[in-house]
């Protein structure tokens, strides 16, 4: 009998720990799953909280932007993390060789005076120039600075015939046609040509991205308006652009689609690439063109115009629009957007309108008052031109600008020994 009630006992005493060893097994589990799922809801939120993701369940989540603005949010956060609050920066491209250094700060100037937001300039120079531009661009105040990032670039062309690039047209002017082939990791910008100042915010320009269709990848405005005194219907030994032909002094270009578009072209049977159609295009037509890369340009478009988008001739107003009499509608109506001084204008006393707006923005100094220290003596400047056509129509070369001038003072301190 006593055996019988001893091993009763410790199959109790055995049951009883047993149940205690798993009880405390189930407990101390039970606790570890809601450290995990306690830990795993706080690396959830977040992510949510740091991070852009965007999704079924983030009811919160910003409308998706055009694909050009996607674009410039991923590049600002190639330098540093981008902020909501930051407007995406524009990307302005130009090229400089000889003694055209001090015209591409004056065009840099008037940009960055009148942006309203951050500018990302690409700036392709000869290298003996890349001091002094370093020098004169670290020289300006440091609210100026704020307004805008550079980066400097060496003169290249692809290929073996880099110096018959360089003497086309003008010295390192086809640097343009290698944009694409260049910043590859940029999608889009606005190049301009050194001899442009701005009369509007860039951003205005930069906008008109927004604009293009599915199969445009480049925006110009057309050589000419009024076909009578147009140059390529009348004299060009090549195929053209449309009625009168397009100027490449200031051209939206869409890198990404350029890079990966085919080319229509006269020179075989299949599209090509970029890169393929540069020189076969130009070996072809040299002896034939004489505006060089942009005769190029406008061959390229003859035989692909649904790549291009027309803009209107305010935002490339050249000494042809006026030379004969007004023929730019859209200045007309609206001012001139930006003014473009070629064949040397800006420079020389055949018009004289032209060279009192780009003196005026060079003179100018930073923080001093708009209206005094630039508008009042280009007013007064260029009532002296009225002997001109150009100048008989001054009004349109200061109807903008001076609609803008709350911009150019904006966060810039005055200079010393003024109140």
Known sequence: MRRYIRALFLCTVFAVFSGWYFYSKL???????????????????SSRIQGPRMGPADKTAAEKPHWYHRYIMRQQGADS?????????MHLAVVACGDRMEETLTMVKSAVLLSSGSLRLHIFAEEQLHVGFRDKLGSWPAAVRSRFRYTLYPISFAGDQAAEWKKLFKPCASQRLFLPLILTDVDSLVYVDSDVVFLRPPERLWALLSHFNASQLAGVAPEHEEPRVAWYNRFARHPFYGATGI????????????????????????????????MPLLQKYKLNITWGDQDLLNIIFHYNPDYLLEFPCKWNYRPDHCIYGINCASAEQDGVHILHGNRGVFHNLKQPAFKAVYDAIRQYSFGADPNAGLLAPLEAALLKTTNTYCGKSHALLTKTLAQNLDRVNKNIPPPLGTT
């Not at 993390?81 to 920066?89: F, G, T, V």
């Not at 990404?256 to 085919?262: D, N, Q």
């Open 81 to 89: 993390p981008p902020s909501q609050a930051e407007a995406p920066s």
């Open 247 to 278: 100027n490449s002094g200031v051209m939206l270009m869409n890198l990404t689609r350029i890079r990966s578009a085919y080319f229509k072209n006269d020179l075989t049977s299949v599209g090509l690439r970029w890169e393929e159609l540069l």
């Open 27 to 45: 407990f101390n589990t039970d606790l570890s799953l809601r450290q995990h799922d306690a830990d795993a809801g706080r690396v959830h939120i």
